[in-house]
């Protein structure tokens, strides 16, 4: 039998409405979106399928509860009272995490010692024993406390879902499988059109729209922490991975082309994408991106350039993208998408972009710049005009 509760997918910051987009594609409509997270009401079934196929969340929770925790006293009784023998089993492993912020318990040490033991409370009270001895399935359990509000949860997904699987070694300042797949998610890009990464690195926004260029769920190939737990069945599971791989598409008709002045981060590219299982539906090229010429037409450019802190010279940063400008000038029917940090971006490139989004690689803050292009004539409406814009 299967019941509703309340989960939630976390996010890097400005993320968030990319990944509640694809809560309500998956089905999940009941939903809210904060800071960082979005929690919605799912089953059973909803944690494997968000696993496997969230692209921009960091991880899957599920949600034990939340309540007011201005002291410690408080902050005992109310996670005491929550059900959690309703997750953990007797012999359970549960390590607990805290984090807190603006909130009047700022120890993060004892509130994570509090908070164990108050579900040690609990667990004694509901199991009829003293003593537990912690030798079986892990439940990560997190105590997160914001402005005196605290939010108790267990992780389902254990190592962070931009953990696909497929890159084993990275290059400098490598962009999270997450926020890369988010700079796809955030463009008009479509397996219709012809993609572009000028600034491949290792291959990771490339690899990221070709597997959403082929519906291939991102989490397919990969384990997650939940898979032990008792709560989900193995026909769980056998039900969602048969769903992911029955909607997955073949290799479009174009090749995504992805390229780097760096022979070697080119080669790792390439390997990352073998490992990826969609190495033959991206081309890599080892060329400057003054070398750039196509004739292809409605194209996307996708690209996250070098920039000052990931090169440690702002004057180099700014005479790539004055490189940029001359090299993408001729692309006149493409829509172009740059992730960088660098405050003058605009100016060296010549060009205001039609819009900006506040992201974050890490901990670095960058902005999305985004030109939109013309539609392509076959997605534009019968009665629409030459001018019409995405």
Same mark, same amino acid.
């Given at each position: 039998? %299967?019941?509703?509760?309340?989960?939630?997918?976390?996010?890097?910051?400005?993320?968030?409405?990319v990944?509640s987009?694809? !809560?309500?594609?998956?089905?999940?409509?009941?939903?809210?979106?904060?800071?960082?997270?979005?929690?919605?009401? =799912?089953?059973?079934?909803?944690?494997?399928?968000?696993?496997?196929?969230? #692209?921009?969340?960091?991880?899957?929770l599920?949600?034990?509860?939340?309540?007011?925790?201005?002291?410690?006293? *408080? +902050?005992?009784?109310?996670? *005491?009272? !929550?059900?959690?023998? *309703?997750?953990?089993?007797?012999? /359970?492993?549960f390590?607990?995490? =805290?984090?807190?912020? &603006?909130?009047?318990?700022?120890?993060?040490?004892?509130i994570?010692?509090?908070?164990?033991?108050?579900?040690? *409370?609990?667990?004694?009270?509901?199991?009829?024993?003293?003593?537990?001895?912690?030798?079986?399935?892990?439940?990560?359990?997190?105590?997160?406390?914001?402005?005196?509000?605290?939010?108790?949860?267990?992780?389902?997904?254990?190592?962070?879902?931009?953990?696909?699987g497929?890159?084993a070694?990275?290059?400098?300042?490598?962009?999270?499988?997450?926020?890369?797949?988010?700079?796809? +998610?955030?463009?008009?890009?479509?397996?219709?059109?012809?993609?572009?990464?000028?600034?491949?690195?290792?291959?990771?926004?490339?690899?990221?729209?070709?597997?959403?260029?082929?519906?291939?769920?991102?989490?397919?190939? &990969?384990?997650?922490?939940?898979e032990?737990?008792?709560?989900?069945?193995?026909?769980?599971?056998?039900?969602?991975?048969?769903?992911? &791989?029955?909607?997955?598409?073949?290799k479009?008709?174009?090749? !995504?082309?992805?390229?780097?002045?760096?022979g070697?981060?080119v080669?790792?590219?390439?390997?990352?994408?073998?490992? @990826?299982?969609?190495?033959?539906?991206?081309?890599?090229?080892?060329?400057?991106? +003054?070398?750039?010429?196509?004739?292809?037409?409605y194209?996307?450019?996708?690209?996250?350039?070098?920039?000052?802190?990931?090169?440690?010279?702002?004057?180099? @940063?700014?005479?790539?993208?004055?490189?940029?400008?001359?090299?993408? /000038?001729?692309?006149? %029917?493409?829509?172009?998408?740059?992730?960088?940090?660098?405050?003058?971006?605009?100016?060296?490139?010549?060009?205001?972009?039609? #819009?900006?989004?506040?992201?974050?690689?890490? #901990?670095?803050?960058?902005?999305?710049?985004?030109?939109?292009g013309?539609?392509?004539?076959?997605e534009?409406?019968?009665?629409?005009?030459?001018? %019409?814009?995405?």
């Open positions: 039998m %299967t019941r509703r509760m309340e989960l939630i997918a976390t996010a890097a910051f400005g993320l968030e409405a990944v987009r694809e !809560l309500r594609e998956l089905g999940y409509t009941e939903q809210k979106v904060e800071d960082g997270r979005v929690t919605f009401v =799912g089953d059973e079934l909803a944690i494997c399928r968000c696993n496997l196929w969230l #692209r921009a969340a960091d991880r899957v599920v949600k034990v509860g939340s309540f007011p925790a201005r002291d410690f006293g *408080e +902050l005992f009784d109310q996670v *005491e009272a !929550l059900p959690w023998h *309703e997750w953990l089993p007797v012999d /359970a492993r390590p607990v995490s =805290g984090k807190t912020v &603006r909130s009047q318990l700022h120890h993060e040490p004892t994570q010692s509090v908070t164990k033991k108050a579900i040690v *409370e609990s667990l004694k009270r509901n199991y009829e024993r003293h003593w537990f001895q912690e030798s079986g399935t892990e439940y990560q359990i997190e105590v997160s406390i914001l402005k005196d509000e605290a939010l108790l949860s267990i992780d389902t997904s254990g190592a962070g879902l931009h953990k696909r497929y890159r070694t990275s290059g400098v300042a490598p962009l999270r499988e997450t926020t890369a797949a988010a700079l796809v +998610l955030l463009s008009y890009w479509n397996r219709e059109r012809p993609f572009l990464d000028p600034f491949c690195g290792s291959g990771t926004i490339a690899i990221e729209a070709a597997m959403i260029g082929r519906n291939r769920a991102p989490g397919l190939n &990969r384990s997650f922490l939940c032990q737990w008792s709560q989900l069945t193995r026909e769980h599971w056998k039900e969602a991975r048969e769903e992911a &791989r029955d909607k997955a598409l073949g479009p008709k174009l090749s !995504l082309l992805a390229s780097d002045i760096d070697k981060v080669r790792l590219a390439q390997a990352n994408a073998i490992e @990826a299982g969609i190495g033959s539906d991206i081309e890599f090229k080892t060329m400057d991106v +003054l070398e750039l010429k196509t004739s292809l037409e194209g996307v450019v996708i690209t996250n350039p070098p920039y000052g802190e990931r090169i440690g010279d702002d004057e180099s @940063a700014a005479a790539i993208y004055d490189d940029m400008a001359d090299a993408f /000038a001729p692309l006149s %029917t493409w829509s172009i998408y740059v992730l960088t940090s660098h405050p003058g971006f605009e100016r060296f490139f010549k060009r205001k972009a039609d #819009r900006r989004r506040k992201l974050y690689n890490g #901990r670095i803050e960058c902005h999305y710049f985004q030109y939109i013309p539609r392509p004539p076959w534009r409406p019968a009665d629409s005009v030459e001018s %019409t814009q995405e």
